[in-house]
C-alpha cells in the first residue's frame, strides 16, 4: 500500500504505516514526477514514479501503460531496477506509479547546466536510465508524428 498524500514541493519525513513513504519531490518530466520515499518494509529508499493522471498534460495512458512495461521487462546495470508497480489514489484520481531504484547522484542535465564537462569527468560518469516515456516497441505503432517532441525530452 502506497502513501497517496503526494506532496507538492520537498517535505520533511513522516512517519506512516503505508509501506511508501515519501519523503521529497526530487524531479519532473513530461509525464511524471518523481518521489524519494522509503520502502517501511525493506528498510531501503527508493524513487516512486507518479504518472500524471489522463486529464493533465503530459497524462497519456497509451504512452504510460508503455513505459511501465519496457521499464518492468529489461534487467540491465545500465538501468534502474524497477521494485512494484501500482494504482494510488490522490485528489480524488487514480494515478499509476512505479517503484525504482534509487540511483544517488546529480543528474546529466544538472552537471551540464553548471558548464563545461571535462573529458575525464566524462569517463567517470556511471549513468543509469530511467526514462522510456518516448520509447517505442518493435512492432508498434508510432505514437508521435515525425518531428515532433514529447515528454522529458522536450
Known amino acids: 500500500m502506497i502513501d497517496s498524500s503526494l506532496p507538492q514541493e520537498p517535505v520533511a519525513p513522516r512517519v506512516d504505516a503505508q509501506r511508501y513513504r515519501f519523503i521529497e ?3 519532473s518530466g513530461g509525464m511524471a514526477d518523481v518521489y524519494r520515499a522509503r520502502d517501511t518494509q525493506l528498510g ?4 516512486v514514479k507518479v504518472f500524471r493522471d489522463d486529464g493533465e498534460p503530459g497524462g497519456d495512458p497509451v504512452r ?3 513505459e511501465i512495461q519496457l521499464l518492468g521487462s529489461f534487467k540491465h546495470p545500465g538501468l534502474v531496477e524497477v521494485y512494484d508497480a501500482g494504482v494510488l489514489e490522490h485528489r480524488g484520481l487514480p494515478r499509476r506509479y512505479v517503484v525504482m531504484e534509487l540511483v544517488v ?3 546529466l542535465a544538472r552537471r551540464l ?4 564537462v571535462s ?3 566524462v569517463a567517470d560518469v ?3 536510465l530511467a526514462d522510456f516515456g518516448v520509447a ?5 505503432s508510432r505514437m508521435t508524428d515525425s518531428g515532433s517532441i514529447l515528454g522529458t525530452a522536450s
Not at 44 to 47: C, E, F, I, S
Not at 113 to 116: C, M, P, T
Not at 136 to 140: M, V
Open 25 to 27: 519531490h526530487i524531479g
Open 44 to 47: 531501503r529508499d527508493v524513487a
Open 64 to 66: 504510460r501503460e508503455r
Open 105 to 107: 547522484g546529480s543528474s
Open 113 to 116: 547546466a553548471a558548464g563545461r
Open 119 to 121: 573529458q575525464r569527468s
Open 126 to 128: 556511471v549513468a543509469k
Open 136 to 140: 517505442q516497441f518493435t512492432h508498434a
